[in-house]
């Protein structure tokens, strides 16, 4: 009895049965294996291109600052440029305020206008000074020109007597420079704000009368009712700063303005203070910042 043999297929037609098998879509056991742990590249999301107006308005946002930036710059008051009627030698300013004088009175008298017109050696040279005439700078200003320096210029010895004045232009220029000369305030010497426009005269009687002001701001025809109220006396008054650089936001300084320009000149022409005008001991300088 003949025995049968189990011949293997050949080549061919083992090629022959792979290409049947991917035809129809099988694979076998590896290849199904492979494909199924083989890692896939993750799909990337479509991105769509920005148009040119979405572009523009991008743009334009991260140049706005935020509304946080803008109020605190809105609520910053900006000084304008300082004015150059104050930066002048004193023979200069002399001529200058006899102009305003002139401008402001026509129907006086050469003899009138004579009387009101301020010398030449009431005004003290500051022309050295080179820093900008802001509010910042006027206690640098004022230190510069004193010869007691800060020590000095923060002592007080006698109540209502104080030693310097700053006269302004109107009472929110008064606070303004209120903060920045509080440098010179303690407990022994003050700096007063005398706001006329929110504070009764007797108010302010009866602060300096109460205080030791060693430095006082306010305007002219204020410091004119304290003096007559011999409420701000002037024996031991050295200084007279006179805010004349500051311009306000409708371009006005205090001596193009007439209702703070003649009172300026009344209080200058105080009989007590014009006396002392000049070179000597216990004089009165005028300082025009």
Do not use: W
């Not at 993750?42 to 308005?57: D, G, I, L, N, V």
């Not at 008064?174 to 007063?192: C, H, I, M, P, W």
């Not at 009687?205 to 025809?221: D, V």
């Amino acid at each position: 009895m003949s025995r049968t043999k189990n011949k293997k297929p050949g080549l061919r037609a083992q090629l022959k049965r792979k290409r049947e098998l991917e035809g129809s879509g099988d694979v076998d056991g590896k290849s199904a294996k492979r494909l199924r742990h083989s890692p896939q590249p993750a799909e990337q999301p479509a991105s769509s291109p920005k148009s040119e107006h979405q572009s523009a308005q991008d743009g334009k946002t991260a140049k706005q600052p935020s509304k946080l930036t803008s109020a605190k710059a809105a609520k910053t008051p900006r000084e304008l440029p300082s004015a150059q009627d104050a930066v002048a030698d004193p023979a200069l300013l002399a001529d200058r305020f006899a102009k305003y004088i002139q401008k402001y009175s026509p129907n006086s008298s050469p003899i009138e206008l004579e009387e009101q017109y301020l010398p030449t050696k009431a005004f003290l040279d500051t022309t050295v000074y080179d820093r900008d005439r802001v509010a910042a700078n006027l206690p640098q200003f004022i230190e510069r020109f004193s010869p007691e320096g800060k020590v000095g210029l923060s002592n007080c010895d006698d109540k209502a007597s104080p030693h310097t004045l700053v006269v302004t232009s109107s009472g929110i220029r008064t606070a303004d420079l209120y903060r920045e000369l509080r440098v010179f305030q303690n407990e022994e010497s003050k700096v007063g704000k005398l706001i006329a426009k929110h504070m009764k005269l007797r108010d302010n009687i009866e602060y300096m009368l109460g205080n030791k002001i060693g430095i006082a701001i306010s305007t002219p025809f204020r410091f004119k009712q304290l003096v007559d109220a011999d409420a701000l006396k002037t024996g031991k008054l050295r200084r007279i700063v006179v805010d004349g650089s500051f311009r306000d936001e409708k371009n006005n300084t205090i001596f193009t303005m007439p209702q703070t320009f003649n009172p300026l000149v009344v209080l200058l022409n105080e009989k007590t203070i014009r006396q002392r005008y000049g070179e000597g001991k216990g004089n009165i300088d005028i300082l025009v910042f």
